[in-house]
Nanobody, 117 residues
Framework: VQLQASGGGLVQPGGSLRLSCEAS????????MGWYRQAPGKQRELVAHATNGGITNYADSVKGRFTISRDNAKNTVHLQMMSLKPEDTAVYYC????????????WGHGTLVTVSS
């Protein structure tokens, strides 16, 4: 199983970016999918999470600005980020719990988001 993330880049404060992550490989079922981030010198933190039933939760710091969504037919999770702030600068990682058939937590490679003028 591989998680391929895309969509990072440089954006000015107040701007928007959309991250995408597609799971591929031999999979029985995808359960939770989510996005984490790690800023320089800080621990990795949860940004947003979505169950396969559509329940979502967000870090307080991104509520109202970020939206997580899933396309289960395409094994994809997106993170729409709006009103970006410099403190959103980090490497963003997607994660998914997938049965192969063993239930395993997989991580994608990171994609860098830089918010700067």
């Amino acid at each position: 199983v591989q998680l391929q993330a895309s969509g990072g880049g440089l954006v000015q404060p107040g701007g928007s970016l959309r991250l995408s992550c597609e799971a591929s490989g031999v999979m029985f079922r995808i359960y939770d999918m989510g996005w984490y981030r790690q800023a320089p010198g800080k621990q990795r933190e949860l940004v947003a999470h979505a169950t396969n039933g559509g329940i979502t939760n967000y870090a307080d710091s991104v509520k109202g600005r970020f939206t997580i969504s899933r396309d289960n037919a395409k094994n994809t999770v997106h993170l729409q980020m709006m009103s970006l702030k410099p403190e959103d600068t980090a490497v963003y990682y997607c994660s998914a719990r997938i049965t192969t058939p063993t239930l395993t937590n997989f991580w994608g490679h990171g994609t860098l988001v830089t918010v700067s003028s």
